[in-house]
């Protein structure tokens, strides 16, 4: 089972690029790599997801090396209604389903 | 029209008595998912259900036990409540099993234990 881990917080400034790192070391063949974004008394949300290289979308971009051991998850321009908790999660299907988030990065967005 | 409902939002009750959450999904989905959030907002997977069948069953107590009357809805029943079980429940639904299929999440269910 692939474990994730991630900063526990970071902090930006409106405008600027936020880059949230989950390290995978243990990430297995058939792992897909998906980012989930939280606000308070919300559910997560999906945000994007990626197998390898790279993966963009309206929201956000997600960077793959090609060991796969880390992903990164970019959010470009940040505005103030970004600021929540953005979870990794690894999920496996193979002879067993197994999913592994993260504990979740706050980020906070400020003025 | 809320994709993943859960009822009740709220649920506060003493230590000892049964429980019951309920969840539904409008989406057509054939998975569904119960996730515990603690206070220090861990998100760890209970239980999953692939058109009514189990598929993921976490090391959770045997006080916990998922029911799947159809594939629109994953109900989940606590004997027993602790005061560990104090946390955040969220239901959640998928088009299908597999690690590429993006989760849609209910709001979740505070349950508070007296």
């Not at chain 1, 063949?29 to 559910?43: C, H, K, L, V």
């Not at chain 1, 390898?52 to 505005?79: G, Q, W």
């Not at chain 2, 000892?16 to 999904?25: A, R, Y």
Request: proline letters at 4%; a neutral charge.
């Amino acid at each position: 089972l692939a474990k994730t881990t991630q900063p526990i917080s970071m902090d930006s400034y409106e405008g600027q690029e936020v880059n949230i790192t989950c390290s995978h070391n243990n990430i297995a063949t058939n792992d897909y790599i998906t980012w989930y974004q939280q606000f308070p008394s919300q559910g997560p949300r999906f945000i994007i997801q990626g197998y390898k290289t790279k993966v963009t979308n309206e929201v956000a971009s997600l960077f793959i090396p090609a060991d796969r051991k880390s992903s990164t998850l970019s959010l470009p321009r940040v505005s103030l209604s970004d600021t929540a908790v953005y979870y990794c999660l690894v999920g496996e299907w193979s002879n067993d389903y197994k999913l592994s988030f993260g504990a979740g990065t706050t980020v906070t967005v400020r003025a | 029209d809320t994709a993943v409902s859960q009822t009740p939002k709220y649920l506060v009750t003493q230590m000892g008595n049964d429980k019951s959450i309920k969840c539904e999904q409008n989406l057509g989905h054939d998975t569904m998912y119960w996730y515990k959030q603690d206070s220090k907002k861990f998100l760890k997977i209970m239980f999953s259900y692939n058109n009514k069948e189990l598929i993921i069953n976490e090391t959770v107590p045997n006080r916990f036990s998922p029911k799947s009357p159809d594939k629109a809805h994953l109900n989940l029943h606590i004997n027993s409540l602790e005061l560990g079980d104090s946390a955040v429940y969220f239901c959640a639904s998928s088009q299908d099993i597999g690690a590429d299929q993006p989760q849609h999440f209910g709001d979740g269910t505070r349950l508070s234990i007296l």
